[in-house]
């Protein structure tokens, strides 16, 4: 089962394995072809080599690089020496593959020390999936309204996520646009709609323009936002926004499983969801929306 566009583009699949485990998968769709708006072809083509070993999550030959880059060998040959002449990629002599190494997590350092925020919420997350038996994932919203998957937590008994380092989730994922949009001032709904493009990715999609503002207002009613079947067939999710201090949403926290195991314990499951997030709330001091979910104890705490 899998989330795909009308056009053919995958971003997730539901597999079950041999062990009778399910896994999530998440797939980085290749950009669409088309004019290059003024790119370095070199640039261009290192960043794509990148790009690819990131998403193989396995280390490449040479010709299975140029395979997949669509660059000639000897021209691939000379930006591969380079990335791992700065330790960007790491050459295996024995096995003649290339795959990424410490040298970027090095020049990249300060720009990812200012992400290190969000893994004061790795506990939450694996508290949640102890207590309700789902997996969760936590991403943050990018400038152009995808959603950066930043950490993840699997539940042993309903599926593994297992999305690559990097990945990110379309602005129109259903669970998280509604999450992201669910409690913004109208203006900002509007805002975001103006530049949207709403797909399909199963039957079950409400992409609509008017189905999908409906889905935000029902989200906000509801106090949490759902998504049934409609990113990726088979799988349910449930989600809430983080905010932080200056009352804009940092964070996504979803939580996913097939529908059979989620559906029949929704209440349950977004309970602890709204609990969860109520304490990230707490620990951030956040500015939240005066209709914003919050749990009972904290709401009684506050009265």
């Known amino acids: 089962m899998t989330s795909r566009t009308t056009s053919g583009e995958r971003f997730e699949s539901l597999e079950k394995e041999a062990t009778g485990q399910h896994r999530l998968t998440g797939h980085i769709p290749e950009p669409a072809p088309g004019p290059e708006k003024s790119l370095v072809p070199a640039l261009h083509k290192g960043i794509r080599l990148l790009r690819c070993l990131n998403s193989a999550k396995t280390p490449l030959t040479l010709a299975e690089l140029a395979q997949r880059v669509d660059i000639s060998k000897s021209h691939c040959h000379g930006l591969l020496k380079t990335l791992t002449h700065f330790d960007w990629l790491r050459f295996d002599p024995a096995t003649h593959t290339y795959e990424l190494h410490h040298g970027i997590s090095r020049d990249l350092s300060s720009m990812m020390r200012q992400q290190l925020g969000h893994t004061s919420l790795r506990p939450f997350m694996e508290e949640f999936t102890a207590l309700t038996g789902v997996s969760c994932v936590l991403s943050e919203p990018l400038a152009d309204h995808s959603f950066l998957v930043l950490d993840q937590v699997s539940a042993s008994d309903d599926i593994e996520i297992s999305y690559p380092s990097g990945y990110r989730l379309p602005p129109d994922a259903t ?83 097939r529908v059979e195991t989620v559906a029949p314990r929704e209440e349950h499951i977004a309970g602890v969801l709204v609990d969860c997030v109520t304490r990230i709330h707490d620990l951030f001091g956040s500015i939240l929306p005066p209709d914003f979910p919050r749990a009972r104890s904290s709401q009684d705490a506050t009265a």
């Open 175 to 257: 669970a998280h646009m509604r999450a992201y949009l669910g409690w913004q001032r109208e203006f900002e709904i509007d805002s975001w709609f103006s530049i949207a493009t709403l797909k399909a990715y199963t039957g079950k999609t409400a992409s609509g323009a008017n189905d999908a503002r409906m889905a935000i207002r029902a989200t906000r009613e509801r106090g949490y936002a759902r998504s049934m079947g409609e990113f990726t067939d088979g799988i349910m999710a449930m989600a809430l926004p983080v905010f932080g201090q200056d009352g804009r949403v940092r964070y996504i926290f979803d939580c996913v499983g």
